[in-house]
């Protein structure tokens, strides 16, 4: 498609394209963990341009094995380079600690899991669980503040090692009695980590065994395909070199050959080493590297992009996995739509599949709580309205009179004595399948997407910013790229059926 078009003209030329139509009859419907999630109501129809991120967008990692890769070489250069006992060598990787949309809090040494209203509901400090009062004493008085030096969100699949680290650290160097300066050691690591990455030794590990590290995706290239035909201009906007990026499209396209010659014919442009978030601001003129049928630059910003595309913002979407880097600042500075790759979402579905049963007995647990809750109220009214009504009228009543009072007292005080059993037995159960429940997605953090009954401030960051998200760019394979993706309309809770909204418990799954 060339130009800005006209519903008329989109209407006749999918009327006219046999070929077009009979390629949608091969959708097929997406299991759960395949489908594409709506924030805001979005027309691919609409959508004249698509570009990518490179790493954990179209390239999927091996996320086990990477961060292995990058612990054991932080570790050692953290010892031969930066003087820290030999003693951690021995420390083995954790790949259950560090999830995304935590907050390492620098000063003191903590890791917290805060809620869309950063509320900090679960904090650890080193692989030990903060106790609730020290939590709130320093946490929840006033509100945590991410534009200070002192907290650092952990929003990139790459900083998971980091932040495992960090803790192990703690744990280990302060278990041999040393004193530790947070801000020092997170410095530490962090300028490791960035130096492996910069200094390429990392990506080397990565280009000498490539298929040990890059998931294989057979439906990436599909859905690609898919794109390209329906006319959608393809481009790359990534941080990663310009060397490593077109050997990890090189690996990509390898077996492309039924639908492309390479990653040239698919993409337009590649913007290697683009400097995000700033490219989404003033950004930098890029440099040429290729200039053939796909454009090879290095640097640039979005309104050179814009520009060389000829495509208005409102028609172009940009899909990533960075919510700051790739979503939140291409939201901000532009009027992109934009999608999110959120990969812990096939774990987080069918987990979420697995427990159905765990989680039906939690709310039954919860609606006979409520009920007790509401009996001990009624009943407890119930008994001081007879005692005050003894107390009141005592010079007019008869000793049989207080004796029948007295035997109703003692009637629903057996009554209350029962139920208060029953609620013990409720609470415990209740303690249990909430541990059970946290423990089966994340044995430290419970699940990724809610925390204390709220959401959690990572899963907020989705909703505000990501048009749409999904587990995987392969997953537009599922649907037409003519399909209307449309949100559902939260209601507000006095839009709620107020029976429904009493019964309904979503309170906190995550045990405190």
Not at 62 to 70: F, I, K, N, P, T
Not at 272 to 284: D, H, I, L, T, V
Not at 322 to 344: A, F, N, Q
Not at 484 to 505: C, G, I, K, R
Request: glycine share 4%; charged share 25%.
């Amino acid at each position: 498609m060339t130009g800005k078009q006209s519903i008329h003209d989109r209407l006749d030329e999918i009327l006219s394209d046999q070929s077009y139509l009979d390629a949608s009859h091969d959708l097929a419907r997406p299991t759960p963990e395949c489908r594409i999630f709506t924030n805001r109501n979005l027309k691919l129809s609409r959508v004249r341009a698509v570009g990518f991120d490179l790493d954990y967008t179209l390239a999927q990692y091996r996320q086990e094995a990477l961060d292995a890769l990058v612990f054991s070489m932080t570790v050692e250069h953290l010892v031969k380079a930066k003087g820290y006992s030999e003693s951690i060598l021995d420390l083995n990787y954790d790949q259950q600690f560090g999830v995304r949309g935590l907050v390492i809090d620098i000063q003191f040494g903590h890791i917290l899991k805060m809620d869309k209203f950063r509320y900090v509901s679960l904090a650890f400090h080193g692989l030990q669980k903060l106790p609730s009062q020290d939590r709130r004493d320093l946490y929840n008085q006033q509100r945590v503040t991410f534009s200070s030096e002192r907290f650092r969100v952990v929003d990139t699949l790459f900083e998971l090692v980091e932040t495992y680290l960090f803790a192990a650290l703690i744990q280990r160097l302060e278990d041999q009695g040393e004193t530790l300066d947070y801000g020092t050691l997170f410095t530490d690591i962090r300028q490791t980590v960035d130096l492996k990455h910069r200094d390429h030794s990392m990506k080397r590990k990565i280009m000498e065994s490539p298929q040990s590290y890059i998931e294989r995706d057979p439906l990436l290239i599909p859905a690609l395909y898919r794109f390209f035909r329906s006319g959608k201009r393809l481009f790359v906007v990534t941080n990663s070199e310009a060397d490593y990026s077109q050997f990890v499209l090189d690996h990509l396209f390898r077996n492309a050959d039924a639908y492309f010659s390479g990653w040239r014919e698919c993409f337009e442009l590649v913007c290697a080493e683009s400097r995000k978030p700033s490219f989404f601001g003033q950004g930098k003129p890029w440099e040429v590297l290729e200039d053939s049928s796909c454009l090879v630059v290095r640097g640039g910003s979005l309104a050179q992009l814009e520009a060389k595309l000829g495509i208005p913002g409102d028609e172009i979407l940009y899909v990533g996995d960075h919510i700051y880097g790739d979503i939140l600042r291409s939201k901000r500075s532009s009027s992109w739509r934009t999608c999110m790759v959120v990969p812990e979402l096939k774990s987080q579905i069918r987990i979420e599949a697995e427990i159905r049963p765990l989680i039906r007995e939690l709310m039954r647990c919860e609606a006979i709580r409520k009920e007790l809750a509401m009996d001990f109220h009624l009943h407890g009214n119930q008994v001081k309205l007879l005692y005050q009504f003894k107390d009141a009228e005592s010079d007019d009543l008869a000793n049989g009179d207080l004796a029948r009072i007295d035997d109703k007292i003692a009637e629903i005080n057996r009554k209350l004595e029962k139920n208060n059993r029953e609620l013990s037995r409720v609470l415990f159960q209740s303690h249990q399948l909430r541990s059970k429940i946290s423990s089966a997605f994340n044995p430290y953090w419970g699940r990724l997407f809610q925390t204390g009954g709220q959401l959690s401030a990572f899963a907020e960051q989705i909703r505000d910013y990501a048009c749409i998200y999904t587990s995987s760019v392969s997953n537009f394979n599922f649907y037409s790229s003519q399909a209307y993706l449309q949100s559902n309309v939260t209601p507000m809770p006095h839009e709620l059926d107020t029976h429904s909204a009493e019964l309904d418990f979503d309170e906190s799954l995550d045990a405190d």
